[in-house]
């Protein structure tokens, strides 16, 4: 958009450098190349408020495209967040599980160890 918009504002100094240098090299009278110029200047500055209100237009509703889109990027980085959370606490709960499951396999382990150990000490007696 930044070379567009330097190819308008070169196109409009050129057109008018141009206009300028045919009207003071036209075989006219003073009040008529003034009036000439007058009118050429007017032209120049109507198209280039033309050229710059499209301009402004354009950045406007591209800046409320780029708004709509961050925000979409933003509505599904949350929804993210929350299924990544869910997931956390999920396999948090398993881990726990997983955990209570060991401990209690390891205690009945301990025990029926201890109940060996104990009837190997009566058998010994």
Not at 13 to 34: D, F, H, N, S
Not at 61 to 79: H, W
């Amino acid at each position: 958009m930044d070379n567009k918009g330097d190819f308008i504002a070169g196109l409009l100094v050129g057109g008018l450098i141009g206009a300028l240098i045919g009207i003071l090299y036209a075989p006219k009278a003073g009040k008529e190349t003034r009036e000439e110029l007058g009118e050429k200047a007017d032209q120049l500055l109507t198209r280039a408020k033309e050229e710059y209100e499209r301009a402004v237009e354009k950045s406007r509703k591209t800046y409320e495209e780029a708004i709509k889109r961050l925000k979409a990027a933003e509505e599904s980085a949350r929804e993210k967040v929350e299924e990544v959370g869910e997931k956390v606490d999920e396999i948090a709960g398993q881990g726990k599980e997983a955990i209570l499951e060991g401990k209690s396999r390891l205690k009945k382990a301990i025990e029926a160890g201890v109940e060996a150990f104990n009837e190997e000490k009566g058998k010994a007696v």
